[in-house]
């Protein structure tokens, strides 16, 4: 779904945001350490190498996922510098968001079994996670949807880039309800 001003789900502007269709863009995301290195690159550019130590992977093996984001339109290189004798290239996102189709039904959501996995990857430490069942009617429900993209618009302004690193993953839909 593309992003309006009446969308209570809206994120980044159209502008920023790559629309993922293919199948080799879908493969691309649908793996948590190509998740995980997308999230780095949030930060800025990076380095295969830097890529790799912040992961805890083989260089070999962040330069494979990198190409594959690479190929997919995802990550492009925004710079490079020769480091003794070689040419270090700088990787970073080619867009602010990205927007996948809705799973078909059956099928995982790659972004909330993202979210689990890095919630399970976790150290132990405080966190906050709750599920909610509720029975509202469609404007309340449009209001918790539009305070709840407020919020995730609030908490992105307080961001600092001097400071730890901090994930919500928010799911507010409308269940199949039970036959």
């Known amino acids: ?5 009446d969308d209570p789900f809206a994120g980044p502007s159209e502008d920023e945001v790559v629309h993922l269709s293919t199948d080799e863009q879908l493969r691309a995301i649908n ?9 780095i690159l949030r930060d800025g550019p990076a380095t295969i190498t830097q890529l790799a130590q912040k992961l805890d992977l083989a260089k070999g093996s962040s330069s494979y996922h ?6 997919a339109g995802l990550v492009e290189v925004v710079s490079t510098r020769k480091v003794r004798g070689v040419n270090e290239r700088y990787y970073a996102r080619t867009s602010r968001g990205i927007s996948l189709p809705d799973p078909a039904p059956g099928e995982p959501d790659i972004v909330m079994r993202h979210a689990v996995a890095d919630l399970e990857a976790a150290p132990p430490g405080p966190r906050l996670v ?5 029975r509202i009617g469609e404007s309340a429900y449009e209001e918790f949807a539009r305070r ?30 039970p036959k």
């Open 130 to 134: 709750r599920l909610q069942h509720v």
């Open 66 to 71: 990198v190409r594959l984001l690479e190929r």
């Open 148 to 177: 709840l993209v407020a919020l995730t618009e609030e908490l992105r302004a307080a961001a600092d880039p001097d400071e730890p690193t901090a994930n919500l993953a928010i799911a507010f839909y409308r269940p199949q309800e």
């Open 31 to 39: 793996n948590v350490v190509r998740h995980r290195i997308l999230g």
């Open 1 to 5: 779904m593309a992003p309006s001003d």
